[in-house]
């Protein structure tokens, strides 16, 4: 797993996201015999090290479970699928790109079922309205002027009056009977599962280029963490940077928010007062309740909690402490404190992490619709493909 002897002698928590992945890694592949339960296991590691661990799965064992969103990942190692859906858990015989195209099929069928169920509902209850209005009208002709049909008749108003009874009571029966029909259908539209789309805070940038790095290289004690490496931001463009763990990605993020404490060579040149949004791997500095939070980060409070519903966190959990929610939680309010942030240069480390696929989908539809000025650093090769218009490799 590449990592190096030293590191057996630190404290667990003192290790990198990467590096606490691997050690994890280690200690469930070395005791033989074992079922394995995967939680995660891409979780911050590199492309290099997630074909790795799915080679060693392949080769080794002959059943494990996995929880992953790593789409690229699950189709190398699964043959079965176990998807949690909205209504129910549905098994599929075959790997994560089987199931979404049987989904895909299925959601395209459970659509046009709910699409005839909404027109057979709107016809019942507009039947319902008429035979109402009718009887109503009927009920009038007891009143008003006797040469005008429906505005009331000046003759036997004792049978009219009788007539319009029966009427009002067969149509109110009528409508009892048609609520329980609209009831019934209701119940059986399906809850197709549809990608809520994102709102974000994007102030695009009067100026053509946000970043232009010229042979810029970062280090700790004259070891440079990668090569002199240049490239140029433009705005309203999506860059990459990717490289192996360790290689200095986030070093050069936390360079950009003025963060970096080691050596450097090289320069960054950005507009003056740039407004830069960050997603940080880790977000344990996020605490309090959600509001409070927000009004700290001088955020949206609607706009923000709002993000945060469409990302999946129930509004029940928007009254609990942030330090008190599951880490997937947390991942989202870092997500949507981002996307509630005025800024015209988005900055994501790992964004990913603890998202499902329902997430990723949302952030792929967000970026295409926006296109906001953004600087990535993700090991999800799929996502980068689908997002990205320019890749730096830092080596």
């Known amino acids: 797993m590449q990592l190096t002897p030293d590191l057996l002698w630190q404290p667990f ?12 890694l280690a200690a469930l592949f070395v005791v033989p015999g074992r079922f394995p339960l995967l939680d995660e296991p891409t979780n911050h590691l590199d492309l290099r090290s997630r ?29 079965h699928t176990l998807a949690i859906e909205k209504n129910k858990i549905s098994c599929y015989q075959g790997n994560f790109a089987v199931y979404q195209k049987e989904k ?31 009887s109503q009208s009927r009920e009038k002709d007891k009143y008003g002027h006797p040469q005008q049909r429906g505005s009331g008749a000046v003759m036997d108003t004792g049978f009219i009056g009788a ?44 100026h053509q280029q946000l970043l232009n790095v010229q042979q810029l290289r970062l280090g700790y004690q004259q070891k440079w963490l990668f090569k002199p490496t240049s490239f140029t931001l433009e705005n ?16 050069l993020i936390q360079y950009l928010k003025g963060q970096f404490t080691g050596q450097v060579q090289g320069n960054v040149q950005q507009p003056a007062q740039l407004a830069i949004s960050y997603v940080s791997q880790n977000y344990e500095k996020n605490k309090g309740k959600l509001a409070d939070f927000a009004i700290a980060q001088k955020l949206d409070l609607q706009a923000f909690l709002n993000n945060l519903h469409k990302l999946g966190l129930p ?4 009254n609990l402490r942030i330090e008190d929610l599951s880490m997937g939680q947390r991942k989202k309010v870092e997500l949507a404190k981002s996307l509630s942030q005025p800024a015209a240069l ?13 997430n990723q989908e949302q952030l792929v539809q967000l970026l295409h619709s926006i296109r906001p000025t953004l600087l990535l650093i993700e090991h999800d090769q799929s996502f980068i493909n689908r997002v990205a218009a320019q890749i730096v490799s830092l080596r």
């Open 163 to 206: 007539r319009a009874a029966r009427t009002m009571k067969r149509a109110k029966q009528l409508q009892r009977r048609l609520s329980v029909e609209v009831a019934q259908k209701q119940r059986l539209l399906k809850n197709v599962e549809q990608v809520v789309p994102l709102q974000m805070n994007f102030q695009p940038s009067r």
């Open 13 to 24: 928590v003192t290790l990198s996201g990467g590096e606490q992945t691997k050690a994890l």
């Open 315 to 318: 509004r029940a959990a928007f």
């Open 104 to 134: 895909q099929l299925s959601d395209q069928f459970e659509q046009a079922q709910n699409d005839k169920l909404k027109k057979e509902i709107l016809r019942l209850r507009q039947t319902a309205a008429k035979k109402v209005q009718w």
């Open 51 to 79: 074909q790795q661990v799915a080679a060693y799965l392949q080769q080794k064992y002959q059943g494990f479970i996995v929880v992953s969103h790593d789409q690229s990942f699950l189709n190398q190692v699964t043959d």
């Open 346 to 358: 988005y900055v994501w480390d790992e964004p990913l992490n603890y998202l499902d696929i329902y």
């Open 236 to 251: 309203k463009q999506r860059v990459a940077l990717v490289g192996p763990n360790g290689s200095g990605k986030t070093s």
